[in-house]
């Protein structure tokens, strides 16, 4: 047993010492961090003739335009000069925006690349990345990475990378060449990709990152402090001189023809169909985009991943699908998120997940997964009028078991204080189209302010369904401070008992909700030169009671960590849980259920990462002591193998074993999981995810190819299979799925 008391005089004085170390920092990277004006600048030079674009910085337009350089290391040594230089030059013409990047390096055969796919996981090789701010709000962007074989990724950020959409696709090209004594990168963004405000000549915010994995070094070329990433376009440069193109119509129309035949598990025969549809995409203005779609289906999005839940509440999957992927911050709602910081990492949750205000997977999914067919949807979403604004609504069909319903979300944002606060509201409303009289809707407000380093945000909500009056609303209230050696939040949730938000993911009702999350990152010289780049002591504490003050649940998680200069990870923790269960609580198939009452359970925890960005790299994430009312022993195996940038495959086991007392039960759960990639080139792939529940006697195989014929057309062949191992007698569902998409540009 420790004493709490103690620990959290600790932190705080902890807090305190790191704040004030973090002080003394270089005037350059105090500079930044407090957001100031003094930013550097870089220059667009027009392209007089046409550029070709085949990584090779040799055009005439390149020899003109003056190099953006001094890049600076976010880690490992902050603010210090980069130790490779790297030289970035920006030119435009009439259609495209280019990105020209000399990324020397003094050892070639260093160069690590471990995967070519598109929106491949840049984080474990060397990669380049531009993030654009096209509306100079220094707030919202996009950012586009590659490696030095010319793997593409794109990403939508909003509100600083409050939210990070890595769905998000353009069309934009790159190339690049490996010399001996660096590699080049040559990206080509067409305008009409990308949305910006009205004007000849445009003033947008940018930065570049170069990630050198060998030696983990993150370099900047506008200072980024250690804490944050690239999306905290705040800190962004500055890039003038670009004169964007004649406004496009940019339409884009996107049909698909898709070819099924689907047996069910345990049917008799094969089903087979065919389906037509569209999506569609409209410029409004240069700043606001209207997306619609007839008739969507999304075969081809990656089968949910099966995970062994101890839990009494659902297991919370992300969000696949496209259409509900893009713009998708657009209508978030919800705190400042502690960063994803280069180097550092945290077992402690960055966000709170017991509230998402608007959870997509609500439409068009039954809670087990299922799809509902939609009719259509249409989305509009951009800036107008100096707000930010998002309106969605979308119809789905009515089947044996949901009738059809219209849901409508309807987003603004307004930003003040010269962009450090934000006001907002949202709608969410469910309609069922036959029913007047059954409906959802909920009505919210926030905030957010950044003052003195610290973030606060506010929401209030408050729904209305038929016969509901009371006790109906929720509101949550934190704050965020973050520096480089340390950061603390502190957060408030209330959930009135009866909250209905239909569109929301939630995990309990009637209750008051206190949240601590502090920590400290520093990096002690005699650790570093021992390889261990930083420590990481950290707690995450959170506390229910009910509106009359009595205990619901708690999880305290009290942990020391330690990343190591190579990337590799190992994380001890304390956790301290407990819960309430007001109805029988069945744990697992086929024992009795364990009865309502209080519980309160501790247990020790352990991960250990070594460095992804080896041939073979793995984890090992166990867990030894009470559960409920008896023990348990679990452990995740993870063994990764990546022979090239090509192909990985990884084999993974989950495992639970618990005896619990009241009831007398003695259970044994394991989940095998398979995930295996191979990239024939830039634009074609191979997925597999097999996965088999031992418990259940459950084999899944998911199988998809995708091939990328033209930019944001696709051919994906889908294979699907499921079958119970010991039954003989039922038949395995199998099903293939061929669906085409074709881009058409206007």
Not at 167 to 176: C, G, K, M
Not at 226 to 236: N, Y
Not at 725 to 737: E, F, H, N, Q, V
């Amino acid at each position: 047993m420790f004493r709490r008391n103690g620990v959290i005089a600790g932190i705080a004085a902890a807090l305190v010492q790191a704040s004030g170390a973090a002080a003394q920092a270089p005037s350059a990277a105090r500079a930044a961090s407090q957001g100031s004006e003094d930013r550097p600048v870089i220059t667009a030079v027009e392209a007089t003739q046409p550029v070709r674009l085949d990584g090779s910085l040799d055009d005439e337009v390149w020899q003109r335009a003056v190099p953006a350089s001094g890049f600076v290391q976010s880690e490992p040594a902050e603010a210090q000069p980069a130790t490779q230089p790297t030289e970035v030059r920006v030119a435009f013409d009439a259609d495209n925006l280019y990105i020209g990047a000399f990324c020397r390096d003094s050892d070639m055969d260093g160069v690590i690349i471990s995967d070519i796919r598109e929106d491949f996981e840049w984080g474990d090789q060397d990669a380049f990345q531009v993030v654009i701010d096209t509306f100079g709000d220094r707030t919202n962007g996009y950012i586009f990475s590659t490696n030095p074989e010319g793997a593409r990724a794109d990403e939508q950020i909003t509100n600083e990378g409050r939210e990070v959409n890595t769905s998000w696709d353009a069309v934009w090209n790159v190339r690049t060449q490996r010399l001996a004594d660096g590699w080049t990168v040559e990206m080509a963004i067409p305008f009409k990709s990308l949305r910006f405000n009205e004007g000849v000549q445009q003033v947008w915010g940018i930065n570049f990152s170069r990630r050198i994995r060998r030696v983990n070094e993150v370099t900047y070329w506008s200072f980024v402090p250690r804490q944050f990433r690239i999306a905290r376009v705040s800190l962004a440069g500055t890039l003038q001189g670009v004169v964007a193109g004649a406004s496009s119509r940019n339409i884009r129309i996107k049909p698909y023809v898709l070819g099924r035949n689907v047996r069910p598990t345990g049917g008799a025969s094969f089903d087979g169909d065919a389906d037509l549809g569209v999506d569609a995409k409209f410029g409004v203005t240069p700043s606001l985009t209207l997306d619609a779609t007839v008739n969507p289906d999304f075969a081809q999005a990656e089968a949910d991943e099966q995970q062994v839940n101890l839990t009494q509440f659902s297991i919370f999957y992300p969000e696949k699908r496209d259409f509900f992927l893009e713009n998708s911050g657009v209508f978030y709602v919800g705190d400042a998120s502690r960063s994803v910081v280069s180097g550092s990492t945290s077992t402690a949750p960055r966000l709170d997940t017991d509230l998402y205000y608007f959870f997509s997977r609500r439409i068009g999914l039954t809670p087990d997964g299922e799809p509902i067919p939609i009719l259509g949807g249409a989305r509009l979403s951009g800036a107008a009028g100096g707000l930010n604004v998002g309106l969605m609504t979308v119809q789905t069909r009515d089947t044996a078991t949901t009738p059809n319903n219209n849901y409508t979300i309807a987003r603004i944002r307004k930003a003040m204080r010269n962009n450090t606060a934000f006001v907002g509201g949202i709608l969410m409303a469910r309609q069922n189209s036959d029913v007047s009289s059954d409906y959802n809707r909920v009505y919210g407000l926030d905030a957010n302010v950044r003052l003195w380093g610290v973030d606060f945000s506010t929401q209030y909500f408050d729904t209305f369904t038929p016969g509901i009056i009371r006790d109906k609303s929720s509101f949550r209230a934190s704050s965020l401070f973050e520096r480089r050696q340390a950061y603390s939040g502190l957060t408030y949730v209330q959930i009135g008992k009866n909250f209905n938000d239909e569109m929301g993911y939630y995990r309990r009702l009637g209750i008051r909700k206190y949240i601590a999350d502090m920590g400290l990152r520093p990096r002690p010289q005699v650790l570093q030169r021992h390889g261990i780049r930083e420590i990481q002591p950290h707690i995450n504490w959170n506390y229910y009671t009910d509106f009359a003050g009595r205990y619901i649940a708690r999880n305290f998680h009290t942990a020391f960590a330690m990343t190591a200069n190579n990337g590799s990870f190992v994380d001890i923790s304390l956790q301290s849980s407990g819960d309430t269960l007001d109805r029988p609580f069945r744990i697992h198939r086929g024992d009795p259920p364990i009865a309502p009452g209080v519980y309160r359970w501790t247990e020790f925890r352990g991960i250990v990462r070594s460095d992804a960005s080896r041939l073979l790299s793995g984890s090992v994430n166990w867990g030894l002591g009470q559960l409920w009312t008896g023990t348990q022993r679990s452990v995740t195996l993870t063994a990764t193998l990546k022979p090239s940038y090509r192909f990985r495959t990884s084999l993974g086991i989950q495992r639970t074993s618990a005896s619990l007392d009241a009831p007398d039960i003695d259970f044994v759960t394991a989940i095998w999981t398979s995930r295996t990639n191979y990239s024939f080139s830039n634009n074609m792939y191979l997925d597999a995810l097999l996965q088999y529940d031992v418990d259940q006697d459950l084999f899944n195989a998911n199988v998809r190819f995708n091939l990328i014929h033209h930019p944001l057309s696709d051919l994906y062949v889908v294979y699907n299979e499921q079958r119970f191992t010991t039954d003989p007698t039922m038949t395995a569902g199998r099903g293939l799925i061929v669906k085409f998409t074709q881009m058409f540009s206007f």
